[in-house]
């Protein structure tokens, strides 16, 4: 078998067979098949697409590349949750301990940002002392123990994945769905979870920004699920603003406390319950999802879901005084608010425009190498449809660094559209696909 034919027979839009899915692949990643020709064929799939059944075999060959996670030691039906990334988007520090506290077993694998804010991992550490590089038997012991762990992704976990995005990256081929739901499934399925909740997220903060796009990715995601026999479902999700009201690793672990205590913005805690109705269904704790739902209420009006919070931060080395005392989190020396220079309604917030201003900030990372600043951040006051007067304060921006202030306040200022007229508001939810 050669490289050059079955680049030749995607390019002309003939369905590849497994054995030369796989051949490519683990030639690919042996450094056996050059970057020029894996580059032709990403183009011809860029160009041709792929079915289900030659996506499926993509993503389950770069899932076998690396590290295939056992999870097979933790008690119950082991559910994961993905975000494909947005603005504000605090809900796995809300899900994770609200739906162990319902019985789901949650072991969770998360990563860093790169881009507008931070990852799951970097907000964690904004917790004193939080361990997120947990060994393999301690990870499995805490989520049987405690029900929940959260740690960081194993450094071998789909290295064909990594080595074919970063070609794609540089050869205007990312913008691709059977590439795109490949690479998000190849990880999930290495990480060893039973069942697959996904969070795919549309508008201007998301990557997909059109609902036909990101319907097309969720459909995909779910039937590569179904292809390599892990239930998966997809919640199709707004992120035409940022969500919640806290942009910034420490400011949003204290907005994932407030959700968990009851308090926390009606929008993150609606797409949380979604989700976790979801979580809780496939991991088999109620078959109903009214019922499913309640549960999780509960836990949020009883306190079990905060103090299930307070021991995951124990279990892993962190104070879990925090979840009681917010100003234990990093805390920025600064403050200033950003006043509306005109009368009217929010009509829009650009969301990708306010994680841009909170990553000028500091609160996210340029490149892989970047420092982030757990303390620093953006905190909304207003929200779409809100009908604000000449100076009153849209937002809060948290900084320590003066020479960083003055293009995030402008760029933030850009975010907000302000108009005569009360906008309707975009759903929340726009579907759910399983």
């Not at 077993?105 to 970097?122: E, F, N, Q, W």
């Not at 549309?202 to 026999?229: Q, R």
Request: with cysteine; aromatic share 4%.
């Amino acid at each position: 078998m050669r490289a050059y034919d079955v680049i030749k027979r995607k390019r002309d839009g003939d369905k590849l067979t497994s054995e030369e899915i796989e051949f490519l692949i683990k030639g690919y990643t042996a450094g056996e098949i050059p970057d020029y020709q894996m580059s032709a064929w990403a183009m011809a799939v860029f160009l041709q697409g792929m079915d289900s059944q030659e996506t499926a075999k993509l993503t389950e060959v770069m899932a076998q590349s690396g590290d295939m996670i056992d999870l097979s030691p933790i008690e119950g039906v082991k559910v994961d949750k993905h975000s494909t990334g947005g603005v504000g988007d605090t809900t796995t520090l809300v899900l994770a301990p609200l739906v162990a506290a319902c019985g789901a077993p949650v072991a969770k694998m998360s990563g860093r940002g790169l881009g507008h804010t931070g990852g799951t991992i970097d907000k964690l550490e904004a917790i004193s002392g939080f361990e997120t590089g947990l060994s393999r038997d301690k990870f499995i012991a805490s989520v049987n123990q405690q029900g929940v762990a959260i740690a960081g992704q194993t450094g071998n976990l789909a290295p064909a994945d990594k080595k074919l995005y970063a070609l794609r990256d540089v050869t205007a081929t990312v913008d691709s769905i059977p590439l795109i739901a490949s690479s998000i499934m190849s990880k999930k399925i290495a990480s060893g979870a039973d069942g697959i909740v996904l969070d795919v997220k549309v508008g201007d903060g998301a990557f997909m920004k059109t609902y036909e796009e990101s319907v097309d990715l969720a459909k995909t995601m779910v039937n590569i699920g179904k292809e390599v026999g892990r239930d998966t479902v997809a919640v199709v999700s707004d992120m035409d603003q940022p969500l919640g009201l806290a942009v910034g690793n420490a400011l949003e672990v204290a907005e994932a406390i407030k959700t968990l205590k009851g308090e926390g913005p009606t929008d993150l805690t609606e797409l949380s319950l979604t989700l976790g109705v979801q979580m809780l269904l496939l991991a088999g704790v109620v078959d109903d999802k009214e019922e499913a739902r309640t549960m999780l209420e509960e836990a949020i009006n009883d306190g079990s879901a905060l103090e299930k919070l307070k021991e995951m931060i124990d279990n892993q080395g962190g104070n879990g005084s925090v979840v009681n005392n917010l100003d234990l989190l990093p805390q920025a020396e600064n403050t200033v608010e950003v006043k509306a220079e005109s009368s009217g309604y929010v009509e829009k917030i650009a969301a990708e425009r306010v994680g841009v201003a909170a990553l000028l900030l500091g609160a996210g990372r340029e490149t892989k190498e970047s420092e982030i600043d757990l303390a620093v951040g953006v905190e909304l006051t207003s929200k779409v449809g809100a009908e604000i007067k000449k100076g009153d304060t849209l937002a809060v921006l948290h900084y320590n660094d003066e020479q960083r202030l003055v293009e995030a306040k402008e760029k933030l200022l850009a975010a907000y559209q302000i108009g005569s007229k009360k906008p309707e508001q975009n759903r929340l939810i726009h579907e759910i696909i399983d």
